[in-house]
């Protein structure tokens, strides 16, 4: 069970959060403020904090300098009630890692946090889990129930950037400089071409696929969610 601190002053939202937060299978630790926030995480564990910007004694941009001058690379989200572009340029600027303003869906939010939470592990781990299907980026092995199969590394960095961010569209240019690099000499056809191994490969998967979106490029779909 991951453990995410919710910090917020207002009493009725800070209990709102910790229900829908805690209903969805979290367990939840609870601020009013910058400071008690700091003394709830120099006595627990804390995988994820969901934090507000306008709160005395120290806001949501304070906390996250401090948060990120002592090192910590813990996710943080940010809810706040200011829409400007100025804030929510100050918020990535200081360390965060997303910002969702007021009012909000909950459904929105839960997302957020489970693509924060996944990418955290995958980062810590460096391997991803789709399923059944487990893929680990320091090996480039790929495992299933039925096989293990080590992957070519172009194949296998394409194959785990796309499953990274399920549902994003990716343009052939934007694989082939990340994967390739700029300076590569191979063109996007090498993109086509890669894509179609890893299809071949993992026709038979039932955990993710890949898909052409016409006119665009790729992204990968995944069937555990």
């Known amino acids: 069970m991951f453990d995410i601190l919710v910090v917020e002053d207002d009493k009725n939202t800070r209990k709102l959060l910790s229900t829908v937060i805690g209903g969805a299978g979290y367990n939840v630790l609870l601020a009013q403020n910058g400071e008690q926030a700091l003394d709830v995480l120099e006595h627990n564990h804390v995988d994820l904090m969901v934090l507000d910007v306008m709160m ?12 990120r ?11 706040s009630a200011k829409q400007n572009v100025v ?4 918020g990535f600027l200081v360390g965060i890692d997303d910002y969702l303003t007021k009012p909000f869906d909950f459904d929105v939010l839960l997302l957020r946090i489970k693509a924060l939470l996944r990418r955290s592990k995958i980062v810590t781990e460096n391997k991803l889990t789709v399923g059944g299907t487990t893929l680990d980026y320091n090996s480039y092995l790929v495992t299933t129930p039925d096989s293990e199969e080590q992957l070519p590394q172009k194949e296998f960095l394409l194959l785990f950037k796309l499953l990274s961010y399920p549902n994003v569209v990716f343009t052939r240019l934007q694989l082939m400089d990340e994967i390739w690099g700029m300076d590569a000499e191979s063109d996007e056809h090498t ?4 894509i179609n191994r890893l299809r071949t490969r993992f026709a038979d998967n039932k955990d993710f696929e890949i898909v052409t979106v016409r006119g665009l490029g790729y992204k990968a779909v995944r069937h555990d969610e």
Not at 87 to 90: E, F, G, S, Y
């Open 191 to 194: 993109v086509n071409v890669h």
């Open 87 to 90: 804030d929510i340029k100050r």
């Open 69 to 79: 001058g002592g090192g910590s690379q813990m996710p943080i989200l940010i809810l």
């Open 56 to 67: 005395p004694k120290m806001d949501g941009f304070t906390l996250t300098e401090t948060l």
